[in-house]
Nanobody
Framework: QLRLVESGGGLVQPGGSLRLSCVSPGFTLDYYAMAWFRQAPGKEREGVSQINANGDFAEYADSVRGRFTISRDNAKRTVYLQMDGLKPEDTAVYYC?????????????????WGQGTQVTVST
């Protein structure tokens, strides 16, 4: 059973940076597309970024393009989300997700496996 565990969230000031990690304990991610989603209170879950299995193709939501970078290290069974230039509107619970194929769009219903989430708060 594929299990995903996120970490790296926290409180940061506007303009600051955080790096989120998502690890799969004891199960390879070599054959999975991976994605990051976020959900703010009272809002729907939003696709942030996704990356293919070998890490040579990535997509981003318009709201984060140029500020966030997704990457992966399959040897460490880990996917990262580097978040720079953070804004208060980036405040949300961030989830990583896995799927055997890369969907055409970063849509939550396309992903089969989910982590428990990590809170990111951007505030003064």
């Amino acid at each position: 059973q594929l299990r995903l565990v996120e970490s790296g969230g926290g409180l940061v000031q506007p303009g600051g940076s955080l790096r989120l990690s998502c690890v799969s304990p004891g199960f390879t991610l070599d054959y999975y597309a991976m994605a990051w989603f976020r959900q703010a209170p009272g809002k729907e879950r939003e696709g942030v970024s996704q990356i293919n299995a070998n890490g040579d193709f990535a997509e981003y939501a318009d709201s984060v393009r140029g500020r966030f970078t997704i990457s992966r290290d399959n040897a460490k069974r880990t996917v990262y989300l580097q978040m720079d230039g953070l804004k208060p509107e980036d405040t949300a619970v961030y989830y990583c997700a896995a799927n055997p194929r890369l969907p055409e769009k970063i849509e939550a219903f396309e992903y089969d496996h989910w982590g428990q989430g990590t809170q990111v708060t951007v505030s003064t």
